[in-house]
Nanobody, 130 residues
Framework: QVQLVESGGGLVQPGGSLRLSCLVS????????IGWFRQAPGKEREQVSC????????MHADSVKGRFTISRDNVKNTVYLQMNSLKPEDTAVYYC???????????????????????WGQGIQVTVSS
């Protein structure tokens, strides 16, 4: 029932930009934090960013801080990851996921950690190469 679909990936040159989108259906987006993860071949999955249910709190991994920005539009049921100044080491499959815990009353929960998420998208390839 819950579905997350990533889009916007592809091939980009070093220094370029991409914006990933995550379209969410089957849940009320206002109630859930969302995260972005990535996984390169032979590497473990890494959390890139999180955003609380209404966008009041965001976090980014040190590896992308200052270059990537997470945002959300709950009316459009969409979460975004703007990626600027891309580097070859950013090459990976990128996944979005919705938090397993439903939140109400506050906008302070920005889930950090693989086990904090219950539903996952299929992933989308981002390749940074000249």
């Amino acid at each position: 029932q819950v579905q997350l679909v990533e889009s916007g990936g592809g091939l980009v040159q070093p220094g370029g930009s991409l914006r990933l989108s995550c379209l969410v259906s089957g849940l009320t987006l206002d109630d859930y934090g969302i995260g972005w993860f990535r996984q390169a071949p032979g590497k473990e999955r890494e959390q890139v960013s999180c955003i609380s249910r209404r966008g009041g709190r965001i976090m980014h991994a040190d590896s992308v801080k200052g270059r990537f920005t997470i945002s959300r539009d709950n009316v459009k049921n969409t979460v975004y990851l703007q990626m600027n100044s891309l580097k070859p080491e950013d090459t990976a499959v990128y996944y979005c996921a919705s938090a397993s815990q439903r939140e109400s009353g506050t906008d302070s929960y920005c889930p950090w950690g693989f086990n904090r998420y219950g539903n996952w998208g299929q992933g989308i390839q981002v390749t940074v190469s000249s």
